[in-house]
């Protein structure tokens, strides 16, 4: 049973990086059928995609976020990581690790999801 | 960027069914996935590819995908199916996911 655990800062300042890592257990982000990636949601409101990775490294991110999106795998902790920088207020929200089993399949684990609060 | 259009809400009385759209420019010709989701929790997969039901999901739960809109039924509604739902696809180019606005069930 796969299992994902989001860490990272609940509380970071405006214009400033969030870096979140997601840690995998269970599974290994190394094999080549799996996408690891990161879904957001600010409180009351709908899910926002924002990237994923594959085993290989390769990315797809938001169009929306592109410029301020980097997700990025470490196989030798076996997780995976985002940063989003610039931040302002409407990065609040309830951000999420979750895998999906090949393309374009649904996401079918998801982590507890961890907060993010941006303000001074 | 493609759009999907959910009802904000639909309520339904116990024991009956019900219906959610998720309507996109032909659709149809997507893969449509659609998740519950309860409040505090992540969400969870209910429909894969428009109309396959994941292991443990009650065969209550059943979804189809024609012109512009698919849709997800729940036949036999109960108490316990008041969530949020929301549909996803793959944007035009398929290097995107895109979520509907999602749609909260309320079960009268």
């Known amino acids: 049973q796969v299992q994902l655990q989001e860490s990272g800062p609940g509380l970071v300042k405006p214009s400033q990086t969030l870096s979140l890592t997601c840690s995998v257990s269970g599974g290994s982000i190394s094999s080549g059928r799996y996408y690891w990636t990161w879904i957001r949601q600010p409180a009351g409101q709908g899910l926002e995609w924002i990237g994923r990775?594959?085993?290989?490294?390769?990315?797809n991110y938001n169009p929306s976020l592109k410029s301020r999106v980097t997700i990025s795998l470490d196989r030798s902790k076996n997780h995976f990581s985002l940063t989003v920088s610039s931040l302002t207020a409407a990065d609040t929200a309830v951000y999420y690790c979750?895998?999906?089993?090949?393309?374009?399949?649904?996401?079918?684990?998801w982590g507890q999801g961890t907060l993010v609060t941006v303000s001074s | 960027s493609y759009v999907l259009t959910q009802p904000p809400s639909v309520s339904v009385a116990p024991g009956k069914t019900a219906r959610i759209t998720c309507g996109g420019n032909n659709i149809e010709r997507k893969s449509v996935h659609w998740y519950q989701q309860k409040p505090g929790q992540a969400p969870v997969v209910v429909i894969s590819f428009d109309s396959d039901r994941p292991s443990g999901i009650p065969e209550r739960y059943s979804g189809s995908n024609s012109g512009n809109a698919a849709t997800l039924t729940i036949s036999r509604v109960e108490a316990g199916d008041e969530a949020d739902y929301y549909c996803?696809?793959?944007?035009?180019?398929?290097?995107?996911?895109?979520f509907g606005g999602g749609t909260k069930l309320t079960v009268l």
């Open positions: 990775i594959y085993a290989s490294g390769n990315t």
């Open positions: 979750a895998r999906s089993a090949g393309h374009p399949n649904a996401v079918d684990y």
């Open positions: 996803q696809v793959w944007g035009d180019g398929g290097d995107y996911v895109v």
